[in-house]
Each structure stands twice: as structure tokens, then as C-alpha cells.
């Protein structure tokens, strides 16, 4: 398996495997419009040794309080159904922090399942004064320091883009 940034030749392959991932085509719907709003800031997807497209993950920009401190937050994240097992998601998870670190973005956010989350390090966000304008259960919200000290005086409410508004 390859782990690698997004290509303008995958495009088609990531809405088929957001399709087959998720229930409804509301992933699909929203990586389309962030993509065509330009609100990507790091993309990578999971190729099979064939050069199948079998995972996704994405980091879009948040905002604490109004104000751009370069956060970002992870979703969607995707693993075709077949593949599922193999820890791919975990594996672009990792890859996608270590980017994010190595690019100087100091924090990530996620809104998900708990269980999951936390072997990537993610720890609830409600620990550091910190909320969600997304409509999700408080310990859903969680958050991982890339860069010490990055979120320690930081606190209020953490904004998706607008885009996110329509899931």
C-alpha cells in the first residue's frame, strides 16, 4: 500500500470510494464542495499495490473564536468497505499528522467516535475549554497537539467552514 497526496487524476476515484463508504452521498457531496471552494489543505489517499484508491482522509482549516491560528481538522476519512480491517484509516491518520507537524500546523481536530480517535492520540476537546459548532455529543469533539504548547491558552469555540453546515 502507497500513501500519498491527492492527484487531479483521483478526483473521480475518491467520490466513488466516499460513495461506497458512508451511507449516503453526503461526504461525497461536502469534499466536492470544499474542494471546489479551495478549502483543502492536505488531501492523501491509500492505494492498493494495483493503484486502486482504497482510502481517503482530509484536513480542512477551523477557526477558535473567529480566528485563523492554523488548526485543522480531519474529515472525512474513508477505507472502501473490502478493505476495512487492515488499519488503512489509522495509517492515513498518522501520515496526515505527521504532514500537518512537519508543515508547522500546531493542532487537529476530529468530531467521531472516541474509541477510535484515541489510538491516533486524539483526546476530548472539552479538557481545554474548547467546543464544537458542529451538533455533536461532547466527548465526539476531540483534539490532538501536533506542536507543544499550541493549545494551552487557547480557548472558546472551534468553527468548521461553512461548507460542513449542510450535513
Wanted: charged share 20%; net charge negative; hydrophobic share 40%.
Amino acid at each position: 500500500m502507497l500513501i500519498r497526496t491527492e492527484a487531479p487524476a483521483d478526483i473521480l476515484s475518491i467520490d466513488s470510494l466516499l460513495k461506497a463508504a458512508y451511507p449516503t452521498h453526503a461526504e461525497a457531496e461536502l469534499v466536492m464542495s470544499l474542494r471546489e471552494n479551495g478549502r483543502f489543505t492536505l488531501s492523501l489517499v491509500a492505494c492498493s499495490d494495483e493503484g486502486q484508491v482504497i482510502g481517503y482522509a482530509l484536513f480542512t482549516a477551523v477557526t477558535i473564536g473567529g480566528e485563523e491560528l492554523n488548526w485543522q481538522a480531519l474529515e472525512p476519512i474513508a477505507v472502501l468497505p473490502e478493505a476495512r480491517g487492515e488499519h488503512i484509516g489509522q495509517q492515513l491518520i498518522a501520515e496526515g499528522l505527521e504532514t500537518l507537524a512537519e508543515l508547522g500546523y500546531p493542532v487537529c481536530v476530529v468530531v467521531g467516535d472516541d474509541a477510535y480517535y484515541k489510538q491516533s492520540g486524539f483526546v476530548p476537546a472539552d479538557k481545554f475549554s474548547l467546543s464544537c459548532n458542529r451538533h455533536t455529543a461532547t466527548s465526539e469533539f476531540q483534539i490532538n497537539e501536533l506542536l507543544p504548547n499550541s493549545i494551552s491558552l487557547q480557548q472558546g469555540e472551534v468553527s468548521y467552514s461553512p461548507e460542513f453546515d449542510t450535513e
